[in-house]
């Protein structure tokens, strides 16, 4: 079970348990999200779940060689995230994560200078995609391939089709990392490609989205495996995008399956 610094709570010496730790009054945060008075909490689960998803992602390999990557998670019904602190998703611990509101102020814990640098990245995501829950950014290899190209993604693999993904990855022109340039590009790409769950950050990487952590991961691993067969693809001509007409037909089919739940004999 993760253990938290005796720092963070005065009931005694050593360490204490994430249960604990998340029971005790004074280890939770005394300070407002927002004004207007939401308090908010460590949100252990929620800080959990981020690193959970990123150690899928070190996991399957659908991140590059160094790790480098950043993770969000939106505070349910704030306008406050939890955001990575440190740019590798190498031994992520709770207390890794800061807690920031959408306009980047830092209202808990600390944030290094790389990551402090990409919160706009992940902020318009979540302001131009109310729906989003968890916000996760990487340098996926095959990916990035296609930003480095300056190719976006398009829907010929039938993954990206059930993880509602038929318009494809857009690509996002270049920006200074993190710059108001690189943040209205994202906007702009997100605005002109409606289903998907992903944006190609050009001469970057990638920027994946979901309702949660979990989702967000497998958006990223989605799109890693798209770009993977579509580069393979061109060995043999190149891949083709699914049918217009039949996209709908393949959401339709997951969706009553899906309806119908879980089989039994």
Not at 72 to 95: C, G, H, M, W, Y
Not at 235 to 240: E, I, N
């Amino acid at each position: 079970m993760p253990r938290f610094p005796a720092k963070k709570c005065p009931t005694g010496p050593g360490n204490i348990s994430a249960a604990e730790w998340k029971s005790h009054k004074s280890c939770r945060t005394s300070l407002r999200a927002r004004e207007g008075g939401i308090m908010a909490i460590n949100h252990y689960e929620l800080r959990q779940a981020v690193i959970d998803s990123a150690n899928m992602l070190v996991r399957t390999g659908a991140i590059s060689m160094s790790h480098h990557g950043n993770f969000s998670v939106r505070v349910p019904n704030t306008d406050t995230i939890l955001l990575t602190a440190t740019s590798s998703f190498d031994n992520l611990k709770p207390e890794n994560l800061a807690l920031l509101d959408l306009d980047g102020k830092l209202i808990e814990g600390e944030i290094n200078p790389t990551n402090a640098e990409i919160v706009h990245m992940h902020a318009i995501v979540y302001k131009e995609r109310p729906d989003t829950g968890a916000v996760v950014h990487t340098h996926s290899t095959y990916a990035t391939s296609f930003a480095l190209a300056s190719r976006s993604l398009g829907c010929s693999y039938e993954a990206l089709v059930r993880s509602d993904m038929t318009d494809g990855i857009p690509l996002a022109k270049y920006g200074p990392r993190g710059s108001v340039e690189s943040v209205s590009n994202i906007a702009k790409a997100l605005s002109v490609t409606k289903n998907t769950k992903a944006v190609l950050l050009e001469n970057h990487g990638v920027l994946a989205f979901g309702v949660n952590p979990a989702a967000a991961a497998r958006a990223n691993l989605i799109v890693e495996e798209a770009a993977q067969m579509a580069i393979f693809a061109e060995v043999l001509g190149g891949a083709k995008n699914i049918p217009a007409e039949l996209l709908k037909a393949t959401v339709g089919r997951r969706d009553e399956f899906t309806n119908a739940g879980i089989r039994r004999a």
